[in-house]
């Protein structure tokens, strides 16, 4: 790490201002190795972050940050701005147990200015900040940094539409790596990036209003930006004046242009064209494969085979998506830009027609699939737990309350490890409990995820089988595919005083704690509707049940046991174990699952201190 003699003399923004322009490349060389190396040593988001090292340096190079605030959509391309605020040292730490986070967080550093992680938030923050700055007198900017991909989302549209009619000091920088109709870059795009956003041209403009009226210079305007980027018109049609494309690893290009744009009031918007994975070969050609990573060699780069043999969730999931698509034409797959993450690659390449990426539009992809139901197709939806909350209204009022018969198949359900907070799937069994007409599973292993996901696809009203990340016990799947009895759940050990009553794969801590503390231990697998039978049950035979979830303990699984018992009026003593009333941060999984009390250890000591078993 000391390899970077100009990069390890930055420590803030301010200190980056005070360098010659023309040190800057040299910078971008240093800054590019240093995230190589870095990430190689704890894993992270590569290819994305390669591909904004220029635009980071330019930014806070122009601007005055954190006066001028920077909104990252996303934010899994921050570490080059981690790097030159202060956080170089840290990245040591990224996305390690109580070390600092993939993404901005307000509580990490001043210059991360808003908290991002889902997708196209950027632009309605950096709004609002560039809104209160006007309020307040205060000459700054709000800038928003957004991909192509982000900005396909609608809430980026109701943001532009409501940003071009306030005259607020609102930068959106379009960081385009993978549109196919952008136009090639080179030098006419640059001195038209550079004269647009001059100021010779905005005079200029106002001087051909007043001699051809502003309708006709506008014409003549949109015809000649026309010439170099036929999509200009639809950003300024929202009232932003649009700039670019320029090259967004020139240096020579971004400087200027940003500083041009400095000194323009109202809203902008700069289109610039980055490559994922700049200046690391082999990001470059894969940049998918380099979009997240585990640890890896530099040189050699990342070796087919490095993860685990364990059949994960996911994959048991992609295999049962492709069987049962080859049974039923009427299976529709939908990702809202997750292909890889959900595991539809191998369903993209066998069943093309029936496959449906509708990018980052989670409240699309589930009125989508209501349209579909509502013609006899079976939509599936692969989504994660945490992308599946943006969705919930139209899950509410566009399927449930229609009861049509669209499966979700929710991903990442539970603790995640290091993306943190934004990403746990902590929520869903709280927030999908309380829907009508909702069927909900919970897979203790790799075959009765199989099972389940079957049983939802045959069940004729909307389902959500939820599975967490990576792998179970290693339990092979069956290829013979059963429905399974809604709303049963089984015993798996019959023990005294103490019942375990589990909700997804932490029956197997369950049945290890059990075995410790000689007690019941009950594979519910269904978190609605709930075997309130087999909780009675239990209730009525042992001195203590105990509930099992891996989601957020206020109103999940276990409050439904609680109200089970209420209406059969039992007064046995119940516990419940989850995830605590506050946000779990990054750390690997099982440290996390320690910290939250739900390992064998936890568990057990727990209910020892529990007053219905301590005082006996």
């Known amino acids: 790490m000391n390899s970077y003699p100009l990069l390890k003399t930055i420590n803030a923004p301010s200190e980056l201002r005070e360098l010659d322009r023309k040190q800057l490349p040299q910078l971008a060389d240093e800054l590019r190795a240093f995230l190589v190396e870095s990430v190689s040593k704890t894993g992270g988001h590569l290819s994305s972050n390669l591909g904004t090292v220029e635009l980071t340096i330019a930014l806070h190079y122009v601007f005055d940050t954190p006066a001028d605030r920077i909104v990252w959509d996303v934010g899994h391309q921050t570490y080059a701005h981690k790097v030159l605020t202060g956080r170089r040292e840290a990245m040591a730490g990224l996305r390690q147990y109580k070390g600092i986070s993939g993404f901005p967080r307000r509580c990490e550093s001043k210059y991360d200015t808003f908290g991002t992680a889902h997708s196209s938030t950027s632009i309605s923050a950096a709004l609002g900040m560039a809104v209160a700055a006007q309020h307040k007198g205060e000459n700054r900017h709000g800038i928003a940094v957004i991909g192509d991909g982000a900005l396909s989302a609608g809430m980026a549209f109701e943001a532009l539409n409501n940003g071009g009619v306030l005259d607020a000091n609102l930068l959106v920088v379009l960081n385009d790596n993978e549109m196919s109709i952008s136009p090639p870059v080179g030098a006419l795009t640059k001195i038209l990036a550079r004269l647009l956003s001059g100021r010779t041209y905005a005079a200029a403009r106002r001087a051909g209003e007043k001699v051809l009226g502003a309708s006709l210079t506008k014409k003549v305007e949109e015809h000649v930006k026309g010439l170099v980027t036929p999509g200009s018109t639809l950003f300024e049609e929202f009232g932003f004046n649009y700039i670019g494309p320029i090259d967004g690893h020139d240096l020579d290009a971004l400087i200027p242009t940003l500083q041009n744009i400095r000194k323009l009031k109202g809203p902008q918007f700069l289109h610039v064209i980055t490559r994922k994975g700049q200046g690391y070969k082999l990001a470059e050609a894969d940049p998918t494969l380099y979009h997240g990573v585990g640890k890896f060699d530099r040189a050699a780069g990342i070796q087919a085979g490095n993860g685990s043999s364990k059949l994960t969730f996911t994959q048991v999931f992609s295999d049962w998506l492709c069987d049962m698509a ?291």
Not at 425 to 434: N, R, V
Request: proline share 4%; hydrophobic share 45%.
């Open 326 to 616: 080859a049974q039923d034409d009427r299976l529709m797959a939908i990702t809202p830009a997750m292909r890889e993450g959900s595991g539809l690659v191998r369903f993209e390449q066998e069943f093309p027609q029936r496959y449906f990426d509708v990018g980052i539009a989670e409240q699309h992809a589930l009125t989508f699939a209501a349209g579909l139901a509502c013609e006899g197709m079976k939509p599936v939806v692969a989504i994660y737990s945490t992308f599946l909350q943006r969705a919930y209204d139209q899950l509410i009022h566009d399927i449930a309350l229609q009861n049509l018969p669209v499966m979700l198949a929710v991903d990442r359900g539970g603790l995640v490890g290091a993306d943190g907070a934004t990403h746990h799937g902590a929520f869903d069994l709280s927030f999908l409990l309380c829907v009508p007409n909702m069927v909900v599973m919970t897979p203790s292993d790799e075959n009765e995820c199989r099972q389940m996901l079957y049983t939802a696809y045959r069940h004729d009203g909307p389902s959500a089988v939820r599975y967490p990340r990576g792998s179970g016990n290693g339990t092979l799947p069956q290829p013979t595919m059963q429905a399974l009895d809604i709303g049963k759940g089984e015993v798996r050990r019959k023990g005294k005083k103490i019942a375990l009553l589990a909700f997804g794969t932490l029956l197997h801590e369950a049945l290890k704690a059990g075995e410790i503390l000689d007690a019941s231990v009950a594979n519910m697998r269904f978190a609605k509707p709930l075997d309130a039978g087999l909780a009675c049950e239990l209730a009525a035979s042992h001195d203590l049940l105990v509930t099992l979830e891996e989601n957020a303990v206020i109103s999940g699984a276990g409050s439904e046991v609680s109200r089970a018992l209420a209406n059969a009026g039992m007064t046995t003593a119940v516990m419940h174990l989850g995830l605590p009333d506050q946000f779990v941060d990054h750390g690997d999984q099982a440290q996390l699952l320690h910290d939250m009390g739900l390992d064998t250890h936890s568990i057990v000591e727990r209910i020892l201190n529990h007053p219905a078993i301590a005082k006996t």
